[in-house]
Every structure is written in structure tokens, then in C-alpha cells.
């Protein structure tokens, strides 16, 4: 297929909405932006043998390109809405692009957000992509806004995706789907934007992550024992120490990591409640400019090494 | 270098401005866009060997990868403002990364546009850049919108890109400066609004780009002798049989070809004029569906194969 055949592909099957004045197939796309909010811009790519294997079925790798960028914007508490795609391709696989488009559009119209352009090069597989939503400007959650005191709390469970990749073959499907095809929290982003004083996805893995969300100075201690676990990862690790280091410093959950003044953890559990969605409070944000792990018998775990550095040769 | 002082890097030189509510460093960038106004947006990215070679300056990269992303806007009539740039680099070259930051800085500012926002990851070289501009709704230029009858017209000269390439070491500094430096005709898209009836960056190569802005079922007639060509080009190339299909077909140029109902060329010509950029008159839509080459003495061109298409391996 060429370029141009394979563009027309992915125009086929993008949906639009009124705020698209001009979608797919010009030399940018214009939008409308709702009058008084703020435009929120985030991008991220993934990299073959970096972030995929060439054995995972496209719909997977489309799903995962979208989840990363909506889990960017989901921490920043705004709503999605529109996308651009910036594909490197080795070839014009029209079977591959049509599986990538599955899950990369599915996520995409399931949060109403509309792809409205990108562009197409021949090289080395590497998938780009853009997302654009929208916060009211006083409601979007940043880094580094918690007091000392705060709670600190998570969606969902954390480490499942690192058992998915340690365990390999021997990882469950339900590991594996975690890893593979990751929920980003939109709608508890938006949902606890007014109980949250800061706000990152875990992305890294939590220690590396909650290291950026903490203000310089600020420390936490953790309680390793209320770390939220799922029953598939209590069952493939049940020995502890192995598990506690995995959830530490084990990267794609994609969950919210998030802190709270106390007397705002009430309205946040009934928001996620509402939205069927477990929050977990597992610590609390300090002055002490460290971070500390205690186990169940109130010792301190000796701190693994923290979080993804894509230059660091590890 | 870690990650994290490669980002730390390009924050300390990005510069910012009041619509930047949040740039560089959190989940996501926020801006406030100009009431009223439409957004415009765009992707493009750079792969080695494709678009650029390893031994050229990173400077030249970075100001190529700023410069096709700028065309775009320019395209559209839109005023630039914000950039996201995705870097995925084999390893954390300090010296490149200062040398490709110190060319796409420079343009970004020269255009009055913030890098807000971006992504690192390793891999195989591929440079993604995320481009937003504004443009009021009812100004922006857009491809087919033609009429029959209209001037063909493009701003500055065309070629010398393509002469660059195809001459490699024997081609003249003035040639290369623009195959690695271009220059994306920002100010005059915006000045063209007014006349233009369709327009769109010369990319591609000229052919290839005028099948793209000319609606279904029109045609177009082009003068080959009045082609612009520069000095440097004339004289690199004298024989007119080598140089025309070179000028028809040859992309990288990043001039704007536009259409424009005759009675507002007296306008065009003086809004250009006011800018120090030429802009040449070199042919006219018709409804004939095919576009045709006519020589100094009125013969038919036999037509080169036009265009680049990144999947077809020529």
C-alpha cells in the first residue's frame, strides 16, 4: 500500500465530532477548543523491545500507545479529546496497521476523543502519539502540591504488570492483560480532582514516581502491608519478599498515585466507589525528605533501587 | 546522562510565556488558548536516513525538525505557539542533544513558540515533534477549495533542496543551507490568508503536492520557464532539461504553493512585497482533471513521476 492508501485507512475509520473544524488529510487539523478551559498537552512513544516485542498483537500495542497518553492526562484530571498519531512503520502492513487501529481507536472512542491527524514515515518501528484534552484551569492536579501530613493513596492494585513481565510465560492472562492492555483512570482523574493535592500515574513504578510527585524536601512513610494487592498477583507471589519490591519499583500499573489532606480521604473513597474502582490509602507525606518502606513488623525494608531510566544501562 | 537531567536540560533552555499555565515537568503540559480562537494542530517527525543523514550537524537536525512542523502551520495560515518534542535517541549524547536543542530552540523562539511538553525514551533515532498554533476559524487555508480559473502561484524559489540532494558533495553551501536549513514561510502564510483560495507546504515535491491541494476532477496548466529558480540553482544547473524536473518533482523546498482568484493577486504580490519574499505566478487551475507541463515553446512536458510516497521503494 502507499502512504497516501494507508492514510485514507486510518481516515476511514477516525470518528469526528463538531469540535473537529477540520480533520485527517490537510497539513494540520483545527479544532475548537471550549471557550474558558485550559488545553492540555501530552505526549508519549513507544519503542519496540523498549516498551513491546514484535510478538504482541497489534490491537495490544495500538491499546497500549493510547493507554500511556490517556494515563498522562487522566493525572492531570482532564477530560481527552482529540489525538494525532505519528507512525514510523519498517513496511506498509496493511494487516498490522488495521490491528494497531483496533486497539488504538477503541481506547480512543471510548473516552470521546477524536483523532484528527499525524503522520506516516518509513524507518524503525516507533510509535508517536499526541493527546489533547481539556480542565478547567483551576482544577487540573500537579506535581508537588502536597502538605506534610497528607494521605497518601492509590487506585486499583499495584504490581501485576511487573509480575507480567517477570514471570514471562509462566504469568497469568490476568497478569499478562495488565500488562498488555492497561486501564488508564480518566474518569477517577476527573473524579478526584478536588480531593487530590497532587497527583501522578504510576508509570516508572511507584518509589521513582512518588519521588517526582513529592515537592523537594518532602519525604513518606509507607506501610507495606496496606499496599493495594490484586488476587492474581497474592496468588502467582505470595511470598512477600519478593512481591513488596516488585509493586516498589515495578513500572506499568498506570494507576493513580495521589495525596490528600485527611480530611478529604471520606469524598475521595466515595468517589471512586461510585465509580467501582478501589482506593487505597497506604501512607503519608512527611518532612523528612526521605522515603521510607516499614514492614509489618514495623522494621524498615532496605530500599530496592527505583523506577525506569531509559538511559540507565541496567 | 540520567533521563531525568536530559529533561532537566532541555527545561532550563525552553522558554516560556504567560499562556503557559504548566510546561515542562508533570504529567502533562496545560495552556490557556486565546479566546475565540481555533486550534491548529500538527505532527511530523524525523527518521535517520529517511530525512536526514548521522553526519549532519545536530543543529541542522534540530532546526529541520522545528522547520517542517512550522510549514505546516504556515499552510494553514496559522500563528505557531506551543511545541511538544519526542526524542527517541540511542543513547544520552549530551553534545548532540545541546547541539539539536541550540537549532530547534532558536526557530521556536524566532517564531514566538513555547516547548511546553515532551517525551524521552532510547531507541533508534526518531525525532517527533508536536506543533499547535491559532488561527481565527474563518481565516484558515485550507487544500480543494480552488476555483477553476485561478492563479497557480508559490512563494519563493523552488529546486535547490532537491539539487542538494542530487549533487551531494558538489553541491554549493548556498544549495545545502537549503536542504538542512529551511526556511518555513510562517509570516507569509499568515499574510496569504486573505488572497489564497487553497493552500499547502511544497513537501513532497511540486507535482505530488498540487495533486493534493487541487479538488477532485481539477486539472491545472504550468509555464515550466516561469518556475522560480535562484541564482544559486540557475547556475548549478544551466540545461533546463535536467533542472525542470527536478523543480517539478524535488521535495524539502517548504514553500507555499497556493491558488488565488485573479483579482486578488495585485494584493498577494504586495502582501509578500511587504514580507521581502517573491512570489511567482507559474500556472492556472482548470476543471481539465490532469495537470500539464508546457515547455518555453508550447510543447507538453513528458511528465516525471511525482512526488515522495515513504512506502514505495524507489
Excluded at 490491537?59 to 484530571?77: C, E, K, P, T, Y
Amino acid at each position: 500500500m502507499s502512504e497516501f492508501a494507508l492514510i485514507e485507512r486510518i481516515r476511514a475509520r477516525a470518528r469526528t465530532d463538531k469540535s473537529v473544524l477540520l480533520g485527517i488529510g490537510d497539513d494540520a487539523a483545527v479544532i475548537q477548543p471550549a471557550p474558558g478551559l485550559a488545553l492540555v498537552a501530552t505526549t508519549d512513544s513507544l519503542v519496540l523491545d523498549r516498551h513491546f516485542r514484535s510478538d504482541w498483537p497489534a490491537a495490544d500495542i495500538g491499546h497500549l500507545a493510547a493507554a500511556v497518553n490517556f494515563s498522562d492526562l487522566a493525572a492531570m484530571a482532564a477530560r481527552p479529546r482529540w489525538a494525532l498519531l505519528a507512525l514510523t512503520l519498517p513496511d506498509a502492513d496493511q494487516a498490522w496497521l488495521d490491528g494497531f487501529l483496533e486497539g488504538f481507536l477503541s481506547l480512543c472512542h471510548q473516552f470521546d476523543t477524536c483523532l484528527v491527524g499525524g503522520n506516516l514515515s518509513s524507518g524503525p518501528l516507533n510509535i508517536g502519539v499526541q493527546l489533547l484534552g481539556e480542565v478547567e484551569p483551576g482544577r487540573m492536579t500537579r506535581r508537588g502540591r502536597a502538605s506534610p501530613g497528607d494521605w497518601l493513596a492509590v487506585t486499583g492494585t499495584l504490581g501485576d504488570a511487573a509480575a507480567a513481565l517477570a514471570l514471562g510465560e509462566k504469568a497469568s492472562v490476568g497478569l499478562r492483560q495488565r500488562l498488555h492492555r492497561p486501564t488508564p483512570r480518566v474518569a477517577a482523574g476527573q473524579a478526584l480532582a478536588e480531593q487530590a493535592s497532587a497527583m501522578i500515574d504510576v508509570s516508572d513504578g511507584l518509589l521513582a514516581d512518588l519521588v517526582h510527585l513529592l515537592a523537594p524536601g518532602q519525604g513518606a512513610e509507607l506501610k507495606l502491608a496496606d499496599l493495594p494487592c490484586s488476587d492474581v498477583l497474592e496468588q502467582a507471589m505470595p511470598d512477600l519478599d519478593t512481591r513488596w519490591p516488585l509493586q516498589l519499583t515495578g513500572g506499568n500499573d498506570y494507576e493513580l498515585l495521589l495525596t490528600l489532606a485527611p480530611s478529604r480521604l471520606t469524598e475521595a473513597e466515595a468517589a471512586c466507589a461510585d465509580l467501582g474502582l478501589p482506593i487505597t490509602v497506604f501512607g503519608r507525606v512527611n518532612s523528612g525528605g526521605a522515603i521510607e518502606c516499614r514492614q509489618a513488623d514495623g522494621s524498615l525494608l532496605e530500599m530496592p533501587r527505583g523506577g525506569w531510566d531509559h538511559f540507565d544501562p541496567r
